[in-house]
């Protein structure tokens, strides 16, 4: 999962032949405590995802895909349009079928707090899908959209994982069996997404990732190789969540951790202040250097194939289980 690059070469830069890109349009503001919060309005969204749809048609580099056998069926990368979050939706159900149309096929149910379909993972009281969200993913799984519970709560990743009749997808995450942090899943989530046939990724924010420092690609590999003996080789895929050349002011600041993570630490803090599990130690760090850059995929697959991973073993991390997994939901 990643977002649509302003210059769409980069997705051929990055050797990508089918992605996940978020096309939500969000709107940033702070709470009394300095907390930022991200509203996905319908509004924003509507024309947000026709913007996506019209620079798919004009470029060489990749396509609107709507089912996942359409994966390499023409040049380019075939991209699957995504929402973070359902606040777009509101209450109006009848628009998870009115962007189904026009080309929406993953849909996350909440981005960190709660919404009106699900518990958020970042909220001091932990709750799961509402009638409405039970609803939702009905809906979802009608039209052939691909569940995604990143940012969810426990509850909320365990209720659409059962709930669901389609394979579900976490489409970016990290264990929390390495990092003690609500944001990550616990092995009772990746073994009930795992059993359903749903597909975890792993993505960048090193600081979800490791609690070393500095960190490196075995804390990533570390990450894929949890999931693979949690939840079966199947299980887990690449995700980013970072733009596709890499978090920009890292980039900028030579990945200097230690300076670059000053940016996060007022929100991290705010979290902590509001009692927020998970914010009482203080990171160092936000990316791995060798993977804050556009030829990442290759430097995660060279380091896969170093860890004892055999070629078959890699392809379906690097990329086979994604494309099951869309195949199996989407046709």
Not at 85 to 114: C, P, W
Request: glycine share 10%; with cysteine.
């Amino acid at each position: 999962m990643s977002f649509l690059p302003g210059d769409l070469s980069q997705i051929a830069a990055a050797g990508l032949g089918g992605m996940i890109a978020d096309v939500s349009d969000l709107i940033a503001t702070r709470d009394a405590d300095g907390v930022p919060r991200y509203s996905r309005n319908f509004a924003a969204n509507d024309p947000a995802i026709d913007k996506a749809v019209e620079r798919l048609r004009r470029t060489p580099f990749a396509y609107l895909a709507r089912k996942g056998s359409e994966i390499g069926a023409r040049p380019g990368c075939a991209v699957f349009l995504q929402f973070q979050s359902t606040e777009m939706i509101a209450r109006d159900l009848s628009r998870i079928a009115y962007f189904h149309e026009k080309g929406l096929r993953v849909l996350q149910f909440t981005h960190h707090n709660d919404t009106l379909f699900a518990g958020g993972a970042l909220e001091t009281r932990q709750t799961g899908l509402t009638p409405l969200g039970i609803e939702g993913l009905a809906e979802m799984n009608r039209l052939r959209i691909v569940p995604d519970v990143s940012h969810g709560s426990v509850p909320t990743m365990i209720e659409a994982a059962t709930r669901s009749k389609t394979p579900i997808a976490l489409s970016h995450g990290a264990a929390r069996a390495i990092v003690d942090h609500p944001r990550c899943a616990p092995d009772e989530v990746i073994r009930t997404i795992a059993e359903r046939g749903g597909v975890m990724g792993i993505f960048m924010m090193s600081f979800w990732l490791t609690r070393r420092n500095p960190p490196t690609i075995a804390d990533y590999v570390a990450q894929v190789r949890h999931v693979v003996k949690v939840g079966g080789l199947e299980a887990v895929g690449v995700a980013n969540d970072f733009p596709m050349a890499g978090q920009p002011n890292l980039i900028k600041l030579g990945n200097d951790n230690g300076k670059g993570v000053q940016e996060y630490l007022d929100w991290w803090r705010a979290l902590r202040r509001q009692g927020v599990p998970g914010f009482e130690w203080t990171p160092e760090h936000v990316v791995i250097p060798e993977l804050n850059r556009i030829d990442r995929m290759a430097r995660i697959s060279r380091a896969l194939e170093q860890a004892g991973f055999r070629p078959r073993e890699v392809d379906k991390i690097m990329g086979e289980n994604w494309k099951r997994l869309l195949t199996d939901v989407l046709g």
